[in-house]
């Protein structure tokens, strides 16, 4: 194959400091495929970069249907970026009902780049028009550039001998070949990741580079753009990188851990969206001794994790919302029994299914009180993708160290969101912490705390001299036999609660980004990072004295926290949800904190948390999400 | 770096090796016991620990597991380790220490409503697994704890405090759920021939592989006198088919009756000369003469104890064993070199 290498002397090129691009498509198109190695490119480019999958729940959504399509977003720039960007500049639109579904978040006067084969009589029915938007002027305030990629590809291919089916299948390719011209992107990482997926394939392996060579050439020849543009490198740290989606980090994470405790690793879990690629990942890592039980439901799974971690492994299991729910009974088993667990919930969108494959942050409440009792448990939230490989760690630390369950609230947009990832030194992580109890001879009691952390021997079978059995019926801290007595449930309820609290005193001060007083604080967790980060960066430019500080520590909560809230006029706290962590601030520290609360199954944008920040500081009147309020509802 | 791959316990050779000499008294729990007095499963818990010593494992390497209900007290008498856990789920935490810990000897205690109502999906999932684990099915028709509902073995028109003018459902047998799921050991005994009982117990512990026995146990406060029409000692020998691996399936105190088969249909033979008798062969692969006996249900037909299946099959816990041994056939993995395994770039 060949890389072009002229540029056409005319051809202007433009600087860019930061360009959001969406693909989307058909569920079968291969946007996913083409987002990643774009994503790829440009990572091994130098730039900062994120991305933002969005796909639909069904496999295979009737081809060319509104429901079937699926999306990928990406943003790469020269500079720090947080978030894969509010609206797309670029759209690539593989057909007529990933034209209707996206186009609307595309920046007025951006580039749009549709198939236009793809625009017949049959796509446009199925998408709902009743004109072609090609031709009907719909599309005036976009750059609109029309290719006839669907011909393009089969004419690149007309000589491999494979069926125009199989040539329509390199469509992706084709179009990748283009957006990488018009970055001035060269073809090799690329090439090289296809070299290495389709080694088996020769055939397919052909027709996809072909397909991608001609795309690029297209973008040389064509004289359809008026420009090219560069985004130059970001100025990161040096160090080696690769990328890393959260559940990926999640389960390395996770295996860090087993080898830094020198025990091993089970995992139970059922398959659920979009928790499942922490099992796929896992079942992968057998040389690190980790086991993995695909169980015949949730409850089996933290069952199973609760018999490894019982007989001194390290028990974890993970899920979703609904999986969750299901798991609750069983947690409070780990808790009763105060086994090391780690439990992981990868949320979405809910009640019940829910949307499984868009984000949301609606399960907090259910991670801190859905359980029967008073039932504590440790609860952490990683904040970005490769923040899921240290919190994993961490979570495993605590679990180790307090003899405590710790859920470890993960989301969507977390998950399956990817970063370029500067490798960490993997040595300088410090051993995890554990014992089991040994026979010292005379009477064992399974409750004898540890008067530091409070955690109860681990007394694994094996053992002679420490036989003795526990169960989910309270038990005397004295003996470790079944015990009615109040005044002893009331000692070991308070002990379980106290030894959560107890972390506390070993997190880390909480980073403020900004000054650490002012007249507003804005208050997140979890995947909101970076459109919170973003947006109090922004107004910080305006001027204003903003700053924020995202949990990863939600219980207990860091011991600084209820001092920094009070520095500040004004908090606020946006969630995916109706209002789960403000509620809980209110609850704790008696701050008037403010709610702000989107529930979209799609993460906030910047430009929304910029206007909530508008409103609370005086700039602007109300703020309200672009969402119409049902008839006789409060808008909210 | 430290890397493992099984659970850093040091306590020697587990099995057999310099075994302690055990008796009876040595796996009684200093634990009141305390289920109704007159209760079928005194009888189990003694054999039990009759059976125990004599099994060839460390006091230390037996664990009892149990969900909820009045058989899953039984892990707090025997003296050993146990794990008193939730209504049905029992069999879930067996999975996952014995699939961590295949050098346990794992017994898993549950109930009629226990094992085969809330718990009903994980039977048949270890089943079909084929753990290691020995499950006693205690099964006494009723819901003891609960103090006397109906349960999903409790036959049809039964009057309970839940039924008080007879329940609408039929029944199971937990029998024929562990021939169809495809456990490896299948038995059945009863509380009250305790010599039947503890050889069963016994046979179930020493197969590899999962081993069920239900024990038909007698309730004698909200369902006294279940299974008497069979088990009383007097028709003991006329009312219940003892299945013995390669004898003749025949019953009655002379052995004067026997079961052979009419098609698909067993009958039973009065004729003590008839030679036509099968022979009971439990190593069978093929479950279909075991699901044909699991279908003789009493009046009809005497009812059938003993193994009814005993066969070889690989483990669970094994096989995730050597698909660990294989992946780490080539050496020590480097966490680093995983971390920087795939594509990475620099950046100067």
């Not at chain 1, 957006?179 to 070299?195: D, K």
């Not at chain 1, 919302?321 to 808790?335: H, Q, R, Y």
Request: overall charge negative; charged content about 20%; some cysteine.
């Amino acid at each position: 194959m060949t890389t072009p290498t002229l540029t056409r002397p005319e051809q202007r090129v433009e600087e860019l400091e930061r360009v959001t691009i969406r693909f989307c498509g058909d569920s079968g198109d291969g946007m996913q495929l083409t987002g990643t190695q774009f994503t790829r490119t440009a990572a091994v480019y130098g730039n900062d970069l994120a991305t933002y999958p969005d796909f639909p729940a069904e496999i295979r959504a009737p081809t060319g249907s509104l429901p079937g399509v699926s999306g990928f977003q990406l943003s790469f720039a020269s500079t720090e970026i947080y978030t894969p960007g509010d609206a797309p500049d670029v759209l690539v639109a593989m057909n007529p009902a990933a034209l209707k579904t996206n186009v609307g978040d595309l920046v007025e006067t951006g580039l749009l780049i549709v198939d236009e084969a793809e625009f017949n009589a049959v796509n446009l029915k199925k998408a709902a028009y009743s004109s072609n938007p090609l031709d009907d002027g719909s599309l005036a305030k976009y750059q609109l550039i029309r290719i006839d990629i669907t011909h393009n590809t089969e004419k690149a291919l007309a000589e491999t001998g494979l069926s125009v089916k199989d040539k329509f299948r390199s469509r992706n390719f084709y179009a990748l070949g283009v957006i990488l011209w018009l970055y001035g992107r060269s073809l090799e990482t690329t090439t090289r990741w296809a070299e290495q997926q389709f080694k088996r394939r020769p055939d397919v392996l052909d027709a996809n580079l072909k397909a991608l060579s001609a795309g690029y050439n297209f973008g040389e020849t064509a004289e359809l753009f008026h420009a090219r543009y560069e985004v130059k490198p970001a100025p990161v740290k040096p160090g080696v990188y690769r990328h890393i989606s959260g559940n990926e980090a999640t389960a390395l994470g996770f295996v860090a851990a087993s080898v830094k405790a020198g025990l091993p690793l089970f995992y139970g879990s059922y398959p659920i969206t979009p928790a499942s690629d922490i099992l796929h990942e896992l079942s992968k890592l057998k040389s690190f001794g980790v086991k993995t039980f695909q169980a015949e439901d949730e409850i089996a799974a933290v069952g199973a994790a609760i018999g490894a971690a019982y007989g001194g492994a390290m028990g974890l299991t993970g899920t979703s919302g609904p999986g969750l729910a299901l798991k609750s009974e069983a947690i409070n088993l780990a808790v009763m029994t105060e086994l090391p667990l780690v439990i992981v919930d990868v949320q979405r969108a809910g009640p019940s299914t829910g949307m499984p494959t868009k984000v949301e942050q609606s399960d907090l409440l259910q991670a801190m009180y859905g359980r029967n009792g008073d039932s504590h448990v440790v609860i952490l939230a990683p904040q970005t993708p490769s923040d899921c490989y240290f919190m994993a760690i961490e979570a495993w630390r605590i679990a180790l160290k307090y003899m405590v369950p710790v859920i470890f609230l993960s989301d969507g947009y977390v998950a399956n969101g990817s970063e370029p990832w500067r490798i960490p030194d993997f040595d300088s992580i410090p051993k995890l912490e554990w014992k089991y109890a040994t026979n010292k001879g005379g009477f064992f009691n399974p409750y004898e705390r540890d008067p530091e952390t409070l955690a109860r021997p681990w007394a694994v079978p094996g053992q002679a001299g420490l036989e003795h059995r526990v169960g989910g019926i309270e038990k005397s801290s004295e003996t470790g036999d079944i015990s009615y007595d109040p005044g002893n449930h009331h000692r070991m309820t308070m002990a379980r609660k106290e030894r959560v609290e107890r972390v506390a005193r070993e997190i880390p001060p909480t980073e403020i980004n900004g000054p650490d007083s002012g007249d507003l604080l804005v208050v997140g967790w979890g995947g909101t990072y970076g459109a919170i980060t973003s947006a109090v960066n922004r107004a910080r430019g305006r001027g204003k004295k903003v700053s924020s500080l995202h949990l990863r520590y939600i219980n207990p909560f860091p011991p600084d926290l209820g001092e920094i809230l009070s520095r500040f006029d004004k908090v606020l706290v946006p969630e995916l949800n109706t209002g789960n962590l403000v509620w809980m601030l209110r609850a704790k520290y008696l701050v008037d904190a403010v709610p702000f609360n989107k529930i979209a199954g799609q993460p906030f944008k910047i430009r929304e948390i910029t206007g909530k920040i508008q409103e609370l500081l005086g700039e602007s009147g109300p703020y309200e999400l672009g969402f119409a309020p049902a008839s006789g509802l409060s808008g909210g | 770096m430290t890397t493992a791959y099984s659970v850093p316990i040091d306590n020697g050779s587990l099995i057999g090796d310099d075994l302690p000499v055990y008796t009876r008294k040595d796996f009684v729990s200093n634990q009141e016991v305390r289920w109704c007095p007159g209760c079928g499963d005194y009888g189990i818990l003694a054999q039990m620990q009759k059976m125990l010593p004599n099994l060839g494992v460390r006091r230390e390497d037996l664990v009892f597991i149990s969900g909820i209900g009045c058989s899953s007290r039984f892990p707090y008498y025997v003296e050993t380790y146990g794990f008193h856990s939730i209504h049905g789920r029992a069999l879930t935490l067996a999975s996952g220490l014995k699939v961590t810990r295949p050098e346990l000897k794992v017994f898993v205690i549950t109930g009629d409503g226990d094992g085969l109502s809330i718990g009903g999906n994980h039977l048949l999932h270890a089943m079909r697994r084929n753990l290691d684990l020995t499950v006693v099915l205690f099964n006494n028709r009723i819901y003891g704890l609960t103090k006397g509902q109906y349960s999903p073995t409790s036959e049809i028109g039964k009057i309970t405090k839940s039924s008080p003018v007879g329940t609408t459902e039929s029944p199971l047998s937990p029998i024929k759920i562990a021939l169809a799921a495809g456990a490896t050991f299948v038995a059945r005994t009863i509380d009250r021939d305790i010599k039947h009982l503890e050889q069963t117990l016994d046979a179930a512990a020493r197969h590899k592989g999962i081993s069920f026995v239900e024990v038909y146990q007698n309730c004698n406060v909200f369902n006294d006198n279940a299974f008497a029409a069979f088990t009383d000692k007097e028709v003991r020998q006329d009312k219940m088919l003892y299945l013995e691996n390669g004898k003749p399936m025949r019953f009655g105190s002379n052995n004067e009756h026997g079961i052979r088969l009419n098609g698909f249909m067993p009958e039973v033979v009065h004729d003590v000369a008839d030679d036509s008798s099968l022979i009971h062969h439990d190593t069978t692969a093929n479950p279909v003469l075991a699901s044909i006996l699991a279908g003789m249900d009493y009046p009809e037909y005497p009812v059938p104890v003993g193994i009814f299946r005993a066969v070889d099959a690989p483990t669970y816990e094994d096989l995730v064993s050597e698909q660990v041994a294989h992946a780490q056939a080539g050496g020590t993995p480097d966490f680093n070199s995983l971390l920087r395994g795939g594509e990475t770039w620099v950046v100067d």
